[in-house]
Structures are given as structure tokens and as C-alpha cells.
């Protein structure tokens, strides 16, 4: 029997994750697998390059989980500083370009495809964006990239445009480096992944640890150190419609997109967000032998019932279990995500599941929404902290819909019970009943996301009066 040929076009979580599992049901002889990472790194935690700029973990080989020998040693080529620039479908082969080795280009051939290429940091098309001294932050080779500009900069001053969870991580941080941090969001409040209101919260929070906030500033350009905005010499400033920020070193936090250029120019399908549309064994829609996963493709959302662009590492390497299983002869699927995420800027933690207002509206939804601020333990327990919590519910069924979270210690991880509780299409009075751990050191007698369900479950009822 022939040996089959699997391509891995990226050496990160899904890529790796993919090729290992394909591996453990497929030997060599049965399966030759060929993986091809542009990067230095491979298999590592882009999630944790904020912390490693932070100084509070080691970098970058604390970030990897998997090196490129231990790779090699289980029988998978891994082939790292080697970029594939075109797919061929027709004849099955991939080209690729050496990036340390004088550019040298050639073809390899394969019977089948995983696609990991991940996705890439918005850059807006503005004067002096691509200047030394700015940077998007996702992959280690950007957070190495980071380190040596502030390594080398005299200045302390940082200014990050963008205020999702990249940027606030970010002016984490940079806070943490001694920075004088100042960020601009467009939007009328930080964390967009959040209602405004919630938002609001995040917002008053960062002013007061010292992170100069300034909302709907719509950046304009980046000065540089010798012809404005148009030289080729190192960021000084940030410009906006109303105003110019000095800055010694430039963070983009303006989320990312699909990585899907080599894809889009083979013809594969895409969605709305521009990631590729796969079934739920995450093959390519329309082609058996094409497989893609990570931040590269668009996911079913499970309550809206829609197809969304979450870039996250959970769902990167279980798209890879999934596709390594089917490449390797099993089977599994990916049936969807409910939207958890969660981050934190200093003490303040910040977490999201389901739906926000617009995307329930967008989705067709009709829906009561609640707030409750309460304690992350028992209110006459030392360390006692405010926490809000808003839910929403469906205003006919009562069933949960979102859930947010805005609070210090203890607060962020809470989201979990919410995402299981969407994930089961529970309704906000079953919830109440869900036997949680108590005690006076972790939660009030009522904690706060069950307070917030009765809430929930009182305003469906009056709804429906």
C-alpha cells in the first residue's frame, strides 16, 4: 500500500495538534506528514506573549508546548522559516519558499491538506503604520519583535490603539514596564466584546490604575522621528481627528482577521468574516480531502445559530484533535462554541459568554437583560469585592442567551458556569436551582451568577404578563 501525504500549511496549535493526533493513528508508513511554519516557534501559547512582555512568565521556550525536535522525533517533518505561498488543487501540491535560505522556492505534493494558517492583526491603511516601532502583537516572533523595541527605546511612553483584549492586556503589560500607557479606542468604551454599559465599567477601572483611556479617538496616522507621518524613521506620536500622543513604542490592539489570502487565491470558500466555511468534521466544504482549523475559520455560533470568527486557542487545538482523528482514519466532529472568552487588565477580571445586546438583536432574538452587582465572596468576609454580572435571557422561553462579567478576584473564571448552563440551552430559572460550591471565602450564600438568573427569571415572567 502506498504511503498517503499529509501537508500541515502552519506549526501552530491547530497544525501541530492535527499532525500529532494524525500521528498517533497513523505510523509513518502509512501516513508521511510534512508541516511547513514560516516562524522560529512552533506549537507555543500566543495568549501568554502578553505575560512574557509583562515580565510575569519566561519567554519565548516557557511558551512552547512542543518543540520542533520533539516534533521531528515523532516522525513528522517539521519544516520551520518556510512559507507556503501558493496551493495547487488541481495537481495536489503545495509551493513553498525558504525564508533563511536565499528565498529557494519548490513544490511538495500531498493527498491531503490541513489548513492552520491562523489569522493576522488588523493594520489600518494610515501614514506611518508599518514604521519601525510599531507592532501587532500574535505570533512569538512579534513578541520578541516588541521586546527588542523596548529594550532599545530611552522613552517610557506607549500608546496602543485599540482597546480589546489584546490592547488591554497590553497596558497590562506595559504598566508592568514602567510605562506610561495611554489607549485609544474608537468605540464610546473599551471592550467592545462587551455591551457598552459593562464596557463602561472597564473603562472607569483602567482610568483609575493610572491607564489614560481616551475614548472615541479615531487614529489618524503615525508620526516618525524624521518626515511626519510619511518617513521611514521611528514612531514618535499617534495623531487622532483631535489630538497627538507622543509614544516611544506603538501597540496595535485592533483585533485580527482570517489568515485565509493563500485560500481565497485556490478558490476555497469563505464566509462573511473572511475564515474558511468547513462542516463539523472540519473539512473544507466541498473538498474531501481539505481540512482547516484555528483561527483561519468561521465556527457555528450554538445560541445564535450563526457562523462567527472567534480567534481563540481553546477552539484552535480542539479543531486539531478533530481534524487529526478524521485525517487519521477516526472520527470526530466540532459542533460549535457559545462565545467564552476572558482577560483581565491588572486586578480588574473581564469575561463574556453568548450574546451581547446587538448580536442578539442581529440574531432575531427578543430578550429581557439584567444587572446585579454583588461580592466575589461573602460581603463580611476580608477581600470582599464588587462584581457585576449581566444576563440575558429570551423574553418567551426564558432561555439564557449571555452572560458578562466585570469584577475583581474570582470573578472571571465564573463565566463557566454560564457557558455550561448555554452550552445545555438551560433556561435562567433552572439555573437558579444549580447546586454551586459555597463557602464564605469564595462566594456570598448566593452567588453572584445566581442572583443575577433569579433576576433574569423575574423579568421574564413580568414580560410575559
Known amino acids: 500500500m502506498a504511503t498517503e501525504q499529509l501537508v500541515v500549511v502552519g506549526g501552530d496549535a491547530t497544525g501541530m495538534a492535527a499532525a500529532s493526533q494524525a ?52 516522525d513528522i517533518d517539521l519544516r520551520l522559516r518556510c512559507e507556503v505561498t501558493e496551493l495547487d488543487l488541481d495537481r495536489g501540491r503545495v509551493r513553498t519558499r525558504e525564508l533563511d535560505n536565499g528565498g529557494r522556492e519548490s513544490w511538495t505534493g500531498f493527498d491531503k491538506l490541513v489548513l492552520a494558517t491562523g489569522a493576522r492583526p488588523r493594520r489600518p491603511d494610515l501614514p506611518g503604520i508599518d514604521a519601525p516601532g510599531v507592532h501587532g502583537v500574535q505570533t512569538l516572533d ?64 483602567m482610568c483609575a490604575m493610572g491607564i489614560e483611556t481616551v475614548r472615541g479617538a479615531t487614529v489618524t496616522g503615525v508620526l516618525t522621528d524624521d518626515e511626519g507621518t510619511s518617513g521611514g524613521g521611528r514612531a514618535r506620536a499617534v495623531t487622532t481627528e483631535d489630538a ?7 501597540v496595535l490592539g485592533l483585533g485580527v482577521r482570517p489568515e ?41 455560533d450554538l ?3 450563526q457562523l462567527r470568527h472567534i480567534a481563540l486557542g481553546t477552539h484552535a487545538n480542539k479543531h486539531g484533535q478533530v481534524i487529526g482523528a478524521n485525517v487519521g482514519g477516526g472520527y470526530a466532529t466540532f459542533p460549535g462554541v457559545v462565545g467564552t472568552a476572558v482577560s483581565k487588565v491588572c486586578d480588574l477580571e473581564i469575561a463574556r459568554t453568548g450574546l451581547l445586546e446587538r448580536e442578539a ?29 449581566k444576563m440575558l435571557a429570551e ?30 440551552g438551560m433556561t435562567v430559572e433552572r439555573m437558579t436551582a444549580l447546586d454551586l460550591g459555597y463557602a464564605p471565602p469564595f462566594s456570598p450564600v448566593w452567588d453572584p451568577v ?5 433576576k433574569a427569571a423575574a423579568a421574564v415572567r413580568d414580560a410575559g404578563a
Request: net charge neutral; proline share 4%; charged share 20%.
Open 361 to 389: 438583536l442581529a440574531a432575531g432574538l427578543r430578550f429581557v437583560t439584567v444587572t446585579v452587582e454583588a461580592t466575589n465572596r461573602a460581603g463580611y468576609y476580608p477581600g470582599a469585592r464588587p462584581m457585576h454580572v
Open 142 to 205: 512579534d513578541g520578541q519583535a516588541l521586546l527588542d523595541t523596548l529594550d532599545a527605546s530611552p522613552g517610557r511612553r506607549a500608546v496602543i490603539v485599540g482597546a480589546g483584549y489584546i490592547g488591554v492586556e497590553m497596558a497590562e503589560a506595559l504598566i508592568r514596564r514602567g510605562y506610561e500607557v495611554t489607549v485609544l479606542e474608537q468605540s464610546a468604551q473599551p471592550m467592545s466584546t462587551l455591551d457598552p454599559d459593562m464596557g463602561a465599567l472597564v473603562h472607569e477601572a
Open 23 to 74: 500521528r498517533r493513528l497513523k505510523k509513518p508508513d502509512e501516513l508521511a506528514i510534512t508541516a511547513f511554519e514560516r516562524g522560529h516557534y512552533t506549537s507555543y501559547s500566543a495568549c501568554g506573549i502578553p505575560y512574557w512582555v509583562g515580565g510575569e512568565v519566561d519567554g519565548p521556550d516557557g511558551l512552547i508546548a512542543r518543540t520542533a525536535q520533539e516534533h521531528r522525533a515523532r
Open 450 to 454: 445566581l442572583v443575577a438568573a433569579r
Open 303 to 305: 445560541v445564535s445559530g
Open 395 to 424: 423574553r418567551r422561553t426564558g432561555r439564557l442567551l449571555g452572560v458578562q462579567i466585570v469584577g475583581r478576584e474570582g470573578a472571571g473564571k465564573r463565566v463557566d458556569i454560564a457557558a455550561v448552563a448555554l452550552t445545555a
Open 260 to 300: 485565509t489570502t493563500l485560500a481565497a487565491a485556490a478558490g476555497l470558500p469563505l464566509g462573511a468574516s473572511g475564515g474558511l466555511l468547513t462542516d463539523l468534521a472540519m473539512r473544507v466544504r466541498g473538498h474531501d480531502h481539505i481540512w482547516a482549523g484555528g483561527d483561519c475559520v468561521e465556527v457555528l
Open 244 to 250: 497627538e500622543y507622543p509614544a516611544d513604542v506603538v
